[in-house]
Each structure stands twice: as structure tokens, then as C-alpha cells.
């Protein structure tokens, strides 16, 4: 462990100064600071305030990256009752968590991997991030031990919502209702929206249902206008669906604004279907049939899995664990096999 005196000895100053000038004091020149800081960064030195790492070489902490482009922050229902989670199931093993602070918030030049070597965390949770961010990239690959949430790192563990079956039950089950007209609005590009998309055409080209170019439109997630805007669309087509899918519940309700707004009925008139389960959505009417996300599971996998990263990393396997959903019928979907 590189410290205060080996930095000061490489810059040919006092100890006093190396730590005046990292605590940014202003009785050392703006010079001297540079030259201290660009060296101690260079040895890999990051000052850690907890006595109990001096200790044990472990603080109890575990960093959090949660950065949602959408700025819902813990609104955003899935991800907060998988941080939920996640935050039970490392409190059960002793550890706290804490949120590694994003660009937009930081007034200082630390990266991702710089706020945690500078929190002393013993490892990291990632979750809804730009995981094509060099910064993220260098977090994962850095050897501090990080499980992702729905994204896989090659040689790295990740919990994931199995959205492949996920969308196969959900389509399914429309499908057992009678509907073969089934338009799909889809979340911006990612592993997630991939797999969801996938899944969807397969199940409905393994029933024999070709799907029209005009029934699969694209909207920001958790974005009700864009959602509204996309249904609208759908409801103007010549030949319009059946029931339209939404890739969230959230969004989902943007689009039964539009239904709303032209006078139709939901699970009368048209039908719907998001996906997540939020809890909000069994408790306005009409309930909304969706598929509910274990957001339990997914939280108290990925705490147990990091912890045993964290103390047993020669005997943890490094692994993807999938987590299934299931299918919450709600009263949004009408069943067309009834009148057919």
C-alpha cells in the first residue's frame, strides 16, 4: 500500500505537505499540489478515511453506480426496488451501500473507479448506466470486484431479468387470448431492448405470425409522451392492432392516455400490456397485464453474489444469473377467443 511518505520521498517534500496538499489546503503553491497529486495518482495512492480498512483491508462499503439518462432517479420503480433489495440483502452480510456520484454531479476529475478507490469500497453494483462508458469499462475491468444488473461484461458475474422468456410468456399468453394483431413499442436500443425484441418476433414467427414493419415503433423508456405519440400512430394505421405492447408500465400508461383521449375503451376497444409489474400498476383500474419482474430476486442475488466476490474470490465462479418473471394477467387484454 502506497503511502503518504512514499509519495512525499518521490517528490522531495515533507509528509506534512503531501497531505496538505491532497486535502487541498491553501498554504501549498498550486504547483506543488499538481506535482503531489499527479504523483500520488501515478503510484496508485487513494487516501481512505476508515481506520477499520487499515485493519481488516475491507470497509463494509459497497459502491452503487445508478445513473438513469431519464433523471427519475429512485422513481424509476424496477431499478429502486432492486437497489431495494439489493440494499436488504447486503445489510443482512454487514455491508452499507453507497451511491458512486455521476459526472453531472461531481465537482472534482475522479472517474467511477477513482470515487470508489477514493471511498475505499470493497466492491461495486452497476445498474442502468451507459455501460459503453470507457469510465464504466474501467470500473469492470479494474479487479475491485462489481456484479452488473441486465448487462454481461465478458468474464464477469451479472445478474439478469430473463427478458428472452419474459417476452415469450407475455406474447404467449396474448396470443392464447385470441389476438394476432400485436404491435410492439419498443425501448431505445440496448442488450435489453435486444433480447425483448428477439423474443418477440420469434414467438410470434413461431405461431406462424408474420409481424408488419408498421406495428414495431421505438420510444425512450419510462417516456409517457413518446409512448402517447407512438400509439397514436398505431391506432391511425389502416389496419390497426389488436393490442400494443409497451416497454414499461410506465410508459404504458402514457399510451392509455392516447387510448383514453379518443374516446376507446381499454380491454374493450383496444388492448394493452406493459412489462415490469410495477406495483402501481394492480392498483388503478383497469389492472394492468404486464410481466412482473422479480425485482426481489434480482436484488438479493446480486448482493450474494458480490459478497462472495468480495470474500471468497478464489472459490466464486464468475456468472451470469438469470431471473424469470411471470405473467400478471390484469384486465387491460381482451379475450378475443370468446367472440371468435
Excluded at 433523471?71 to 437497489?83: I, R
Excluded at 469499462?137 to 428472452?164: K, M, Q, R
Amino acid at each position: 500500500m502506497v503511502s503518504l511518505k512514499d509519495i512525499a520521498n518521490a517528490c522531495h517534500v515533507s509528509p506534512a505537505t503531501v497531505s496538505k496538499a491532497l486535502n487541498n489546503q491553501s498554504d501549498v503553491s498550486d504547483k506543488t499540489k499538481t506535482l503531489i497529486r499527479n504523483t500520488a495518482k501515478k503510484m496508485g495512492y487513494f487516501p481512505n478515511s476508515s481506520a477499520r480498512a487499515l485493519k481488516t483491508n475491507r470497509t463494509y462499503n459497497i459502491g452503487v453506480l445508478f445513473v438513469d439518462e431519464a433523471e427519475s432517479g429512485l422513481t424509476h420503480d424496477y431499478f429502486a426496488a432492486v437497489l431495494d433489495s439489493f440494499k436488504r440483502g447486503a445489510e443482512e452480510s454487514g455491508y452499507d451501500i453507497t451511491f458512486i456520484n455521476s459526472r453531472k454531479n461531481r465537482h472534482d476529475s475522479m472517474s467511477y473507479l477513482e470515487h470508489c478507490m477514493y471511498r475505499g469500497f470493497d466492491g461495486a453494483l452497476i445498474a442502468c448506466v451507459d455501460f459503453y462508458d470507457p469510465e464504466v469499462s474501467e470500473l469492470v475491468n479494474s479487479g475491485l470486484p462489481v456484479i452488473t444488473i441486465d448487462h454481461v461484461f465478458n468474464g464477469h458475474s451479472a445478474v439478469l431479468s430473463d427478458n428472452v422468456t419474459g417476452m415469450k410468456d407475455l406474447v404467449s399468453y396474448i396470443l392464447s387470448k385470441g389476438h394476432k394483431k400485436i404491435a410492439y413499442i419498443h425501448g431505445l436500443k440496448s442488450s435489453v431492448t435486444d433480447s425483448r425484441l428477439s423474443s418477440f418476433y420469434k414467438t410470434l414467427d413461431d405461431a406462424g405470425i408474420s409481424v408488419p414493419d408498421e406495428y414495431v415503433k421505438e420510444a425512450p423508456y419510462r417516456n409517457t409522451e413518446e409512448a402517447s405519440a407512438k400509439t397514436l400512430e398505431l391506432l391511425k394505421l389502416k389496419d390497426p392492432p389488436t393490442c400494443i405492447l409497451y416497454p414499461d408500465d410506465f410508459s404504458c400508461y402514457g399510451g392509455m392516455n392516447a387510448i383514453k383521449d379518443m374516446g376507446l375503451v381499454i380491454g374493450e376497444d383496444i388492448s394493452v400490456a406493459g412489462y415490469d409489474g410495477i406495483r402501481l400498476g394492480r392498483h388503478i383500474d383497469p389492472h394492468l397485464t404486464t410481466l412482473r419482474q422479480d425485482t426481489k430476486g434480482i436484488g438479493l442475488a446480486a448482493a450474494k453474489k458480490l459478497i462472495d466476490l468480495i470474500e471468497r474470490p478464489r472459490t466464486t465462479i464468475e456468472e451470469q444469473i438469470m431471473i424469470e418473471g411471470e405473467v400478471y394477467e390484469g384486465k387491460t387484454l381482451k379475450d378475443l377467443t370468446r367472440i371468435l
